[in-house]
């Protein structure tokens, strides 16, 4: 089982739509969550921290799931500029400052 | 401020040749990581970079990459005898331990070995 998983895509949706992705990860005891943009042929970006509270940036909603180990990123009203791949990110339990990053689910946002 | 900053952006090499790519983390950041990332797929983590600490170079996939990171800044990624299969993006990132593990990543440089 990957360390963390995420469901490749792509997702094909209108502008508007309302579209969730989930990423799984293995280890119960992992400390910090992150999601990632990277559109194509450009390096990932930080998009926004996930707290166990959950927490809302504009459009954009992060969820996690201590107990399921899922972590949800919710985009609301979707814009074309929202096409892009997104990235689960996760600091395992006794990885020190490493990241282990999804492969990604990728989301186009059609006219 | 400025960010991460990769050198050269692109690089085309014919196999068995070695190259050097580099990388400028964020100042103050005293973590630094390369990655690759081949077309179409998710990052592969070659090796990590944390202040004075010896590098884990778990990630290294064979003998012919090495990795150095001098006065705990600039970064130089070498690859040697390159092969066909070493074509991929190498991207660099780096973090504080201040704040969280957010790592900011650089351009990338594409590399392309005929």
């Known amino acids: 089982r990957k360390e963390v998983e995420q469901d490749p895509g792509p997702f094909n949706v209108p502008e508007g739509a309302t579209v969730a992705f989930n990423c799984t990860y293995s280890n119960s005891a992992s400390q910090s969550f992150f999601w990632y943009r990277q559109d194509c042929r450009k390096e990932p970006k930080l998009l926004m921290s996930?707290?166990?509270s959950g927490n809302e940036d504009g459009r954009f909603t992060a969820q996690l799931n201590r107990a399921s180990q899922y972590i949800s990123l919710l985009i609301r009203d979707s814009k074309l500029s929202d096409s892009a791949t997104y990235l689960c990110v996760v600091n395992l339990a006794n990885a020190g400052n490493m990241l282990t990053f999804g492969g990604g689910t990728r989301l186009m946002v059609k006219p | 401020g400025a960010g991460v900053s990769q050198s050269p952006s692109n690089k085309v090499t014919e196999k068995g040749k070695d190259v050097e790519l580099r990388c400028d983390p964020i100042s103050g950041h005293t973590a630094l990581y390369w990655y690759r990332q081949s077309l179409g797929q998710g990052l592969e983590f070659l090796i990590y970079?944390?202040?004075?600490?010896?590098?884990?170079k778990s990630g290294l996939p064979s003998d012919r990459f090495s990795a150095e990171r001098t006065g705990g800044s600039v970064s130089t990624l070498t690859i040697q005898r390159t092969q066909q299969e070493d074509s991929a993006v190498y991207l660099c990132a780096s973090s504080s331990r201040v704040g969280g593990y957010e790592q900011y990543f650089g351009p990338g440089t594409r590399l392309t070995v005929t």
């Open positions: 970079f944390q202040g004075n600490s010896a590098p884990d």
């Open positions: 996930v707290y166990s």
